[in-house]
Structures are given as structure tokens and as C-alpha cells.
């Protein structure tokens, strides 16, 4: 019986420690949502309410703060009762959610339009129609419109009316309604409603004297010509202009924002009363912003609000935001104070006080009040490596965190700006949710924190600091492999992105992604850094690369690896690095500037030569080819060919339209010239990343690369 009892237990212990060693299936994160965090699916307050409702075994359920249980708010079968009633085909799935007009209806879409369902009388009562070939597409859910491109042209829709063309039939290389400036300076819609919904406002883009890049689609019987309209650094740019489009009178007004056309049209803005539209006009060179007013009615130019200057850059990311109680008075986000910061003008243009102030950076803007006695914003004030929300009374400054667990927040203010539901995770923390009141105090636990993936075996995650030369302090992830002996070596991957806009140390649950942890679970302590000319540190952090780019990125990533070097239970002779875009960049600068220290490298989609990038980006921190030769010729990797030591693996997508395939190339050609041996694998059909299911086969390609 002894035997029997020693040999049960002995058994339950292997079952248990084998339960908790199962390692990741990159193939299941294609295929299951188990290995994904438990979550609240649409999870959303009810407008004028303090009801929670979210999508549960597709129904929508509906809560309250105070109650524990949730109940039925929305069936399928109701949904579906309404569209046949509607005459249009039923749903297989609840449909997400786009937007609520109040408490009793929501918007949705379903076969080619946009439909508004009313909770109370169980029907359809709107309904716009959407192309399918519709692009582009901007709503005004107040006043059931939207604006959507069909190639080059802009298109405006009405309830139940038949689009219409707002533009002249546009040339083949003029385009209204798109997104311009290659997606730069914040700008995310190519036209904008006015707040009354009487007007459009929409950005009209020349490209005709702009060179076409030829991309090659070879998926056609004989391969065709995709051209891309790619303006070089250095090079000629697009012209844009902004139109006004008068719903009642059809008409269009262009704005005068007058020449050189190649400037910056950023930040567009409508005043609550639709008289004006705001633009911050900035040059060619981005280093000398205006926020101009001008009569939306005649287009033309009214005044200059204010100027922004730098000798490095001025970047403008976000509109103006007005005052819901004084429409005289906005909020302005600017680094003018070398940290990213509010400040509250009124508008004849004058400051009237800076709102927000510190060594900390202000992250996004999340709205206002009702009553616009309190905005809401995001910030690394308390947490550099965490993104925090915190409220801020506009007439005493007092700042209030809402969120005090460490780790990466999102949040969803209700309707009066009362209650917030706040979601977070953290390296610890795989998905929460709670309702927190105005003080940041938990007034109720909607999902708790459940460690999933408890039957794997996690890696440790750690985050922490070293100092680079000039003293900053350098934010490192190190993710140690399961079993973890201090006692014993280890090979390393580094992986590095290292550009502007980027932060990739951050305090959430498996930071770094799925891959890095199945490189971990593998056997390799993963490493990464954040060094200086990434975001969130400041302006002088972020842009002291200007002109230089490549030099500060490498020097502090190599002190990472000195770091690396110093522990005992690190293998220096097997450091392998790799990286994507900037992050190409970056890990072919370190292998080649550092030949020998690393034994293997791969990356994808590199710049190799910045004149080769494109002009909006690329002269920001560059300035020109012709203004800066010397620092493009430094940057230019493929001056250090002959400093290849170790493996080199390159990836790229041969339509991408972003760093274009000839940087690689001309890498390549150089490569076999010195006789130096490269592996390089294109990916024929994929543009700057390889998505879906290919990505499987690129991360096999890498780690297959790495094996030592």
C-alpha cells in the first residue's frame, strides 16, 4: 500500500512539473485563442449611463456598477430579425460595435452598409450604403454621412441616398481624400468633418512630378508593373492642398495656404462654429511650424496663431483641441520645453499658461469632461516603461492618476467623466479590468487576473536600467530562458528596432511578443534596449541622432553589450542580433561598425542608404542628401561591406513600398563585389513586414538561422 501511495504521489509530481513544461507552438497562435489572455470582447459604457455592456457566446450583455451578475441587452436572433425585417441577410456572429447615438442604438456594419439598430424598438432605422471598393472611409455618426475614395475620387453618402462625387474626375496622379505626407505627422484621415456635419474638409494630393518607383507583382501569369509614387530624400515632392466641400451648395473652396507647394499641411482643425479651419503649416525642412486660421467659407487666410521654431525639427502630431465650454479656448500639444507637454491658448493666439510640466512626457490626449472642468490624458509621468492615465482640473492644474497598478493602461471614461474602466496588463499581469472612480479607488473587479498559460514554461522577464556614456539611463528587457542557472552559459538574441517613434522595453504582459519568449524557451536569453532617439524620453533623448543617424543608436545599444559581456553566465562567443526596418537598420550598423563581436545577424526590410528613404521621414533626421553629405555617407551601410565577420541572413518583401527592395539589392551587389557571402530570402508577395500565416515561416527562418 506504501508502495502504491509513494508511487501515486511520485507520478502526480511528474504530471505536474510536465504540465508546467510545455513549451510554445508558434503554429497555435494561428489556430487557437487559447494561448491569449482572457478578455471582456467589446467591452464599452452605454452613453448617459453607468451600464458596462460587452459581447459574451454572441450576446450582448449589459452591467451595472453596482451589480455583481450581467444580463441579456441584445440577443442575436433579435439582431437578426431586424436585418431580415430590413430586408438584408442575417449574422453568423455578433457584429462589432461602431459607434453609439445614445443609450437606445449603435452602428454597426454588415454586406456593404453602415446600419444604426435601436435597442427599444428592435429595428434598423438607418441605413448608408458603402462601395465595396471604398477606401479611406470617414463617418459623421451624428449626422448619418460618411465620406469614402474610390480610386483618386472623394465620394460623399447620405441615409438612404446614392453617393456622390464630390471632385472633378481626378488625373491619374492627383488624388482627393487620401492620406498624404506618407503617413507622417500624426495624419490618419485624408478628409474631416466639420462639427455640424454641413461641411467636408478633405486633402487633395498632386503627385505628377513625383518619380514612380517600379514595384514588380510577379503573382500575374507575366509579371506587371506596380508603380509607387516614392519621393526620395532630396528629391522632388508631392503638392498638397486642403478643399472645403458645402453640402448645401455642392460647392468647393480651396484654402490659400500659399507656396512653396511642397510644404507641410499637418493638424487640420474645424472651429466648433465651422467658421474657420485651423492647418499647422510646416516646411520643407521641419524645422519651422505656423498654426494659421483661415475663413472655411472663402478659404481664405485670416492670421498666424502662433510659431514654433528648432534648429533640429518641429513635429506636429495632433489637432487642436477645443474647450466643450469655451469654444474660444484650446489645448496645443508641443515639445517647445524639450518634453511633450499641453498648453491652453485662446483664439486670438495668445498662451494663456502652460497646463501640464515636468521631465515626463504627455503620451496621447483622451478627451474631456462634460462639463470641460477636467481633460484626460495619457502619460509616463509615474512610469517610464508603463502608459498611465491621469486627470487634470483645468482651472487648479491638480493632476489625479487614476491608475496606480504599474503597467500598461487602457481606459474608457463613462459619459460624465464619473467612473472608468480601466484594462491592464503589466509583465505580471496577463489581462484585469476594473471600474475606478475620479480618485483612482476600485469600485468593482470586472476581471481578474488569470495566469493562462500556467501549464508553459514562462520565461522570466526583467526590467531594468544601465547608463550609457552621458549618464542617461537606458531601459533594458531581458527575458531569461525557463530553468534558468546562473551557474551556467547561455547564447543571446538581441533583438533591436532602436528608431524614432519607438519604445520597445515596456511593463506589459509578455513584453517583447510572442516570438522572443519562444527564442527564450529555446535556450537564449533575449535582450533588448531602448536607446537614445527612441520615444518617450524627451526631445533632446530623441532627437540628439539629427543628422547623424546611427551613431548615438549604436554607441548606446553597445553598451548593452558590454553589459551582456559582464555576466558570468553569458556566452560571448555566441551573440546574435536581428531587427526590421529601422531595426535592420540598426542591427547591420552594429554588426558591420563592430565586426566580430557578433557571431550571427538577420534582418529584415534595412534602410541601407538614407537617400534611398523617403522624404518626409528620412529628411526629418537626416535634412537632405545635398545639406548633409557627410552624415549620409557615414550612415550608409554600404560603405562597411567589407567589415562583414559572422553569418548575415537578409529579408525582404519585394513590393515594399516603404523601404524600397533596392536598398537590399544594391547591399547585395556590393556584398558579392568584395566577395563576402550574405544569405538573403525575398518574399515575393509581401510589401515592409511579412503578416498572416507567412510569418510562421519567418520565424522559423530565423530561429533555424540562430541555432547553434
Given at each position: 500500500m506504501k508502495r502504491f501511495i509513494f508511487f501515486a504521489i511520485s507520478l502526480s509530481v511528474s504530471l505536474s512539473l510536465f504540465a508546467q513544461n510545455k513549451l510554445f507552438n508558434l503554429e497555435d497562435l494561428f489556430k487557437t485563442r487559447e494561448l491569449y489572455a482572457e478578455n471582456l470582447s467589446q467591452l464599452q459604457w452605454i452613453p448617459n449611463t453607468y451600464d458596462f455592456v460587452y459581447v459574451k457566446n454572441n450576446l450582448l450583455v449589459k452591467g451595472t456598477l453596482h451589480q455583481k451578475e450581467v444580463d441579456s441587452f441584445v440577443t442575436l436572433n433579435e439582431l437578426n430579425d431586424a436585418l431580415i425585417n430590413a430586408g438584408l441577410s442575417s449574422l453568423k456572429s455578433f457584429p462589432y460595435i461602431l459607434h453609439w447615438t445614445s443609450e437606445h442604438g449603435f452602428y454597426f456594419r454588415w454586406q456593404e452598409k453602415l446600419l444604426h439598430y435601436t435597442i427599444d424598438k428592435k429595428n434598423i432605422d438607418k441605413q448608408i450604403s458603402i462601395n465595396k471598393e471604398a477606401e479611406n472611409i470617414e463617418i459623421d455618426f451624428k449626422h448619418a454621412q460618411l465620406a469614402y475614395t474610390i480610386q483618386n475620387n472623394l465620394y460623399v453618402v447620405e441615409e438612404n441616398a446614392s453617393p456622390f462625387q464630390i471632385n472633378p474626375t481626378a488625373p491619374e496622379d492627383v488624388k482627393f481624400g487620401h492620406i498624404v505626407h506618407r503617413n507622417e505627422f500624426g495624419i490618419e484621415n485624408g478628409s474631416f468633418w466639420s462639427p455640424n456635419g454641413n461641411y467636408l474638409a478633405f486633402y487633395r494630393m498632386d503627385e505628377s512630378m513625383v518619380a514612380d518607383y517600379p514595384l514588380v507583382n510577379t503573382s500575374t501569369p507575366m509579371a506587371t508593373l506596380k508603380n509607387e509614387k516614392y519621393p526620395m530624400a532630396?528629391?522632388?515632392?508631392?503638392?498638397?492642398?486642403?478643399?472645403?466641400?458645402?453640402?448645401?451648395?455642392?460647392?468647393?473652396?480651396?484654402?490659400?495656404?500659399?507656396?512653396?507647394?511642397?510644404?507641410?499641411?499637418?493638424?487640420?482643425?474645424?472651429?466648433?462654429?465651422?467658421?474657420?479651419?485651423?492647418?499647422?503649416?510646416?516646411?520643407?525642412?521641419?524645422?519651422?511650424?505656423?498654426?494659421?486660421?483661415?475663413?472655411?467659407?472663402?478659404?481664405?487666410?485670416?492670421?498666424?496663431?502662433?510659431?514654433?521654431?528648432?534648429?533640429?525639427?518641429?513635429?506636429?502630431?495632433?489637432p487642436m483641441y477645443f474647450l466643450p465650454n469655451n469654444p474660444n479656448q484650446f489645448l496645443w500639444l508641443s515639445r517647445r520645453d524639450r518634453w511633450n507637454h499641453f498648453y491652453l491658448y485662446d483664439l486670438s493666439g495668445k498662451l494663456l499658461k502652460q497646463l501640464t510640466k515636468g521631465n515626463w512626457e504627455v503620451k496621447d490626449f483622451a478627451g474631456f469632461d462634460p462639463a470641460g472642468n477636467n481633460m484626460f490624458f495619457y502619460s509616463n509621468k509615474d512610469e517610464i516603461t508603463g502608459n498611465h492615465f491621469y486627470t487634470l482640473n483645468l482651472k487648479n492644474q491638480k493632476i489625479t492618476r487614476i491608475t496606480n497598478e504599474s503597467g500598461t493602461h487602457r481606459i474608457m471614461a463613462s459619459y460624465d467623466g464619473t467612473y472608468f474602466l480601466d484594462i491592464y496588463n503589466s509583465i505580471d499581469i496577463a489581462n484585469e479590468i476594473k471600474i475606478k472612480d475620479r480618485k483612482g479607488e476600485e469600485k468593482a473587479l470586472l476581471l481578474k487576473n488569470k495566469n493562462h498559460l500556467s501549464n508553459y514554461a514562462l520565461p522570466e522577464t526583467r526590467l531594468f536600467t544601465i547608463k550609457n556614456p552621458n549618464k542617461n539611463d537606458l531601459y533594458c528587457r531581458m527575458i531569461l530562458p525557463p530553468g534558468f542557472d546562473s551557474n551556467k552559459t547561455y547564447p543571446v538574441f538581441i533583438y533591436v528596432y532602436g528608431g524614432p517613434h519607438s519604445q520597445m522595453v515596456t511593463n506589459t504582459w509578455l513584453s517583447g511578443g510572442w516570438f522572443l519568449h519562444y527564442m527564450a524557451q529555446k535556450g537564449y536569453i533575449v535582450f533588448t534596449l531602448d536607446n537614445r532617439g527612441t520615444n518617450y524620453r524627451g526631445f533632446e533623448f530623441e532627437s540628439c541622432?539629427?543628422?547623424?543617424?546611427?551613431?548615438?543608436?549604436?554607441?548606446?545599444?553597445?553598451?548593452?553589450?558590454?553589459?551582456?559581456?559582464?555576466?558570468?553566465?553569458?556566452?560571448?562567443?555566441?551573440?546574435?542580433?536581428?531587427?526590421?526596418?529601422?531595426?535592420?537598420?540598426?542591427?547591420?550598423?552594429?554588426?558591420?561598425r563592430h565586426p566580430g563581436v557578433f557571431n550571427r545577424a538577420s534582418c529584415g526590410g534595412p534602410v541601407i542608404d538614407w537617400k534611398y528613404y523617403e522624404v518626409m521621414y528620412g529628411e526629418r533626421y537626416m535634412d537632405t542628401p545635398q545639406d548633409n553629405s557627410e552624415g549620409y555617407k557615414k550612415a550608409s551601410l554600404l560603405n562597411y561591406v567589407d567589415s562583414i565577420q559572422g553569418k548575415l541572413l537578409i529579408f525582404h518583401g519585394c513590393m515594399d513600398p516603404t523601404v524600397v527592395w533596392q536598398n537590399t539589392l544594391q547591399f547585395i551587389d556590393k556584398s558579392i563585389k568584395a566577395q563576402k557571402q550574405v544569405d538573403y530570402f525575398v518574399y515575393p508577395s509581401h510589401g515592409h513586414n511579412v503578416g498572416g500565416i507567412d510569418r510562421l515561416h519567418l520565424w522559423k527562418k530565423i530561429e533555424n538561422f540562430h541555432a547553434y
Open positions: 532630396g528629391e522632388t515632392s508631392h503638392q498638397v492642398s486642403l478643399g472645403v466641400y458645402d453640402l448645401k451648395t455642392k460647392q468647393i473652396v480651396y484654402i490659400q495656404t500659399g507656396e512653396p507647394k511642397d510644404q507641410y499641411l499637418c493638424c487640420i482643425s474645424w472651429s466648433p462654429d465651422e467658421n474657420y479651419i485651423f492647418i499647422a503649416v510646416l516646411n520643407r525642412e521641419q524645422n519651422h511650424l505656423k498654426l494659421n486660421q483661415y475663413d472655411a467659407k472663402t478659404g481664405q487666410y485670416i492670421k498666424t496663431m502662433f510659431e514654433e521654431k528648432n534648429e533640429r525639427y518641429v513635429e506636429p502630431s495632433h541622432i539629427h543628422r547623424r543617424l546611427g551613431d548615438l543608436e549604436v554607441e548606446d545599444q553597445m553598451c548593452g553589450v558590454d553589459y551582456l559581456k559582464s555576466l558570468p553566465y553569458v556566452d560571448i562567443t555566441r551573440l546574435s542580433i536581428d531587427g526590421w526596418s529601422y531595426g535592420g537598420f540598426m542591427t547591420l550598423s552594429m554588426f558591420l
